[in-house]
């Protein structure tokens, strides 16, 4: 692992840390899944042979994703996202496309803030929410 970046932050997941790493690291470029740590025996969150954690990059940056069990105080909301700069327009609609293809939704209107929701995975849980903005955009309002 790149220990470049001392600090990652770890998402927790109730069941499906894998198949969530997995369906971000296919939408962004310079992603992949660095390590993936299973059980040898059987834990509160799971039994022997599940995956625990899975730390991965997603455009230089390293996350951790946890399968910590069904937690009713673990769970994503918008008061923590994942803010994406984005070179143009074209990049920002690529990436919209693909985040909310599968069950993910629009959570503010005239605002490209969304829900992505991971399609293997059957529950609320696994949806994370991801702000999109072009380099250009960000520009023109940091001039005013």
Same mark, same amino acid.
């Given at each position: 692992?790149?220990?470049?970046?001392?600090?990652?932050?770890?998402?927790?997941?109730?069941?499906? /840390?894998? !198949?969530? %790493?997995? =369906?971000?690291?296919?939408?962004?470029?310079?992603?992949?899944?660095?390590? $993936? &740590?299973?059980?040898?025996?059987?834990?509160?969150?799971?039994?022997?042979?599940?995956?625990?954690?899975?730390?991965?990059?997603?455009?230089?940056?390293?996350?951790?994703?946890?399968?910590?069990? /069904?937690? !009713?105080? %673990?769970? =994503?909301?918008?008061?923590?996202?994942?803010?994406?700069?984005?070179?143009? $327009? &074209?990049?920002?609609?690529?990436?919209?496309?693909?985040?909310?293809?599968?069950?993910?939704?629009?959570?503010?209107?005239?605002?490209?803030?969304?829900?992505?929701?991971?399609?293997?995975?059957?529950?609320?849980?696994?949806?994370?929410?991801?702000?999109?903005?072009?380099?250009?955009?960000?520009?023109?309002?940091?001039?005013?």
């Amino acid at each position: 692992m790149n220990t470049q970046h001392k600090i990652a932050a770890c998402l927790w997941f109730e069941k499906d /840390a894998a !198949e969530a %790493a997995r =369906f971000y690291v296919a939408i962004f470029p310079d992603a992949y899944i660095v390590h $993936q &740590a299973t059980s040898t025996v059987d834990w509160p969150g799971g039994k022997a042979g599940d995956v625990i954690v899975v730390d991965f990059v997603l455009a230089g940056q390293r996350y951790q994703a946890l399968n910590g069990g /069904a937690n !009713e105080n %673990a769970t =994503f909301n918008e008061s923590v996202s994942l803010s994406v700069t984005c070179e143009d $327009q &074209a990049e920002v609609d690529r990436y919209w496309d693909a985040l909310i293809a599968d069950g993910g939704e629009p959570i503010m209107s005239n605002s490209r803030w969304c829900k992505a929701s991971v399609p293997a995975a059957q529950q609320s849980s696994i949806t994370m929410t991801l702000k999109l903005s072009s380099a250009r955009l960000r520009t023109v309002e940091e001039t005013h």
